[in-house]
């Protein structure tokens, strides 16, 4: 059974970088069927898909976070990982790393509370 577990810090400043790291257990980041992705909710809102890494091992953003967002994998260490640079209070969220084949994600990490403040 695929497990995703994230890490990273739960307080970051404004206008510095939020590095958010997930590992996979139980599956392959090198997967040629699954894709992998971070989204967020804020308090109060909806999930927000940020961006993800294709099974091809492209990743793909969400036009609207494009700008601030990178996402990349460490095949050593069945890990991806996430930052957002420039962060404001407005990215103050849960982020979770998720999983899937195909359409929608199958597999979700517990979730992790970041705050923006200073």
């Known amino acids: 059974q695929v497990q995703l577990q994230e890490s990273g810090p739960g307080l970051v400043k404004p206008s510095q970088t939020l590095s958010l790291t997930c590992t996979v257990s139980?599956?392959?980041?090198?997967?040629?069927?699954?894709?992998w992705a971070w989204i967020r909710q804020p308090p109060g809102g909806g999930l927000e898909w940020m961006g993800g890494i294709a099974p091809g091992g492209s990743s793909i953003y969400n036009s609207s976070l494009k700008n601030r967002t990178s996402i990349s994998r460490d095949t050593s260490k069945n890990q991806f990982s996430l930052e957002l640079i420039t962060v404001t209070p407005e990215d103050t969220a849960v982020y979770y790393c998720v999983g899937g084949v195909g359409v929608g994600f199958d597999y979700w990490g517990q979730g992790t509370q970041v705050t923006v403040s200073s």
């Open positions: 139980g599956g392959s980041i090198t997967s040629s069927v699954h894709d």
